[in-house]
């Protein structure tokens, strides 16, 4: 059998800082839920407002079409999938509303 990936960066999931993604976020009625690393899940949620998410970023290709999250993908590659640490939110975002 094969080891499940992240379906953000592509890299194994493993067993340790794994979370789960809504695409369609909860606060829009979205159930479907996807394992993610939990460093994944987090850039997604410090690039993106929920607005965004719902209304541009609700697949995987478009999420890593992202400039940020494509930056981001190339970084994480290179780390061991269980490395966690914590994300800053986008300067970008900061100023956004939801």
């Known amino acids: 059998m094969s080891e499940a990936l992240c379906p953000l960066c592509g890299r194994p999931l ?17 159930r479907e839920q996807f394992d993610i690393h939990k460093i994944c899940h987090q850039k997604i949620h410090s690039t993106f407002t929920e607005h965004e998410l719902f209304k541009s970023f609700h697949t995987w290709e478009a999420l890593r079409q992202h400039e940020d999250i494509r930056a981001f993908i190339d970084w994480v590659a290179k780390k061991d999938p269980a490395y ?4 800053v939110r986008s300067n970008s975002k900061k100023t956004r509303r939801a």
């Open 14 to 30: 493993g067993t340790r800082n794994v979370d789960r993604h809504h695409l369609i976020p909860k606060t829009y009625k979205g």
């Open 84 to 87: 966690f640490s914590r994300n």
